[in-house]
């Protein structure tokens, strides 16, 4: 069965403070991993798609990267309004679903 | 500015009685998905439609979820009877999946509905 599976559930940083979230997935034949960012109260919004192991990229202080088993989102040097709710999914070759990890809740204090 | 629009935003309703979610998908997307979003599951894929098409319903119980996709610019989800563990928040999005190098989803707002 196809698994999305995130860590850590939380993380709580200090401003400037770097860290990485994980993203490891069980799908076999990917064909995209996918990175958003949701708000409380509103729907998922889009960041990055990864297509193949080795590939990068980034927007601002977040970098995301891919290998055969798991992604990263970096984030470098975070400020309060990068608290959000980051979630990761995947889409398995040949097929439209796109399944969904159950997310990691950033907290960036000032 | 395109955007996916969803219906009611919050609805709030006795167990037993019809709720009807509805969802305008962004023009030009040939796929729309509907998840349910609570703490404890996260986000869970109830169904899809590829060109108006049903393509899995696997994820939504079929006894009381329906799922239809009566024109292209129209998607709904209909419980009936709604049970106090429907409640959560429903997402509509849409997606051009065609192609290599696409997948992307759109999200609307969601429908927040809580079942008494």
């Known amino acids: 069965e196809d698994q999305v599976t995130q860590s850590p559930e939380a993380l709580r940083l200090q401003e400037g403070e770097s860290s990485s979230l994980n993203c490891s997935y069980t799908v076999s034949g990917l064909r995209g991993l996918f990175w958003y960012r949701q708000d409380p109260g509103k729907g998922p919004e889009f960041l990055f798609t990864l297509y193949s192991a080795g590939e990068e990229k980034e927007k601002e202080r977040l970098k995301a990267t891919l290998t055969k088993k798991e992604s990263f989102l970096h984030i470098t040097a975070p400020k309060p309004e990068d608290s959000a709710t980051y979630l990761c999914a995947a889409r398995l070759r040949g097929y439209q679903k796109v399944t969904f990890g159950t997310g990691t809740k950033l907290q960036v204090i000032p | 500015d395109a955007r996916v629009t969803q219906t009611p935003r919050d609805k709030v309703t006795e167990m037993g009685q019809e709720v009807t979610m509805r969802c305008q998908p962004i023009?030009?997307?040939?796929?729309v998905f509907w998840y349910r979003q609570t703490m404890m599951q996260g986000l869970e894929l109830l169904a899809y439609f590829r060109n108006r098409a049903p393509l899995d319903d696997s994820g939504m119980p079929k006894d009381r979820f329906s799922a239809e996709m009566p024109d292209a610019t129209l998607a709904t989800l209909k419980i009936q009877p709604s049970e106090p563990r429907d409640s959560a928040v429903y997402f509509c999005a849409s997606g051009l999946m065609a192609g290599p190098n696409t997948g992307e989803l759109f999200f609307g707002e969601g429908s927040r509905l809580t079942v008494l």
């Open positions: 023009l030009g997307h040939n796929t």
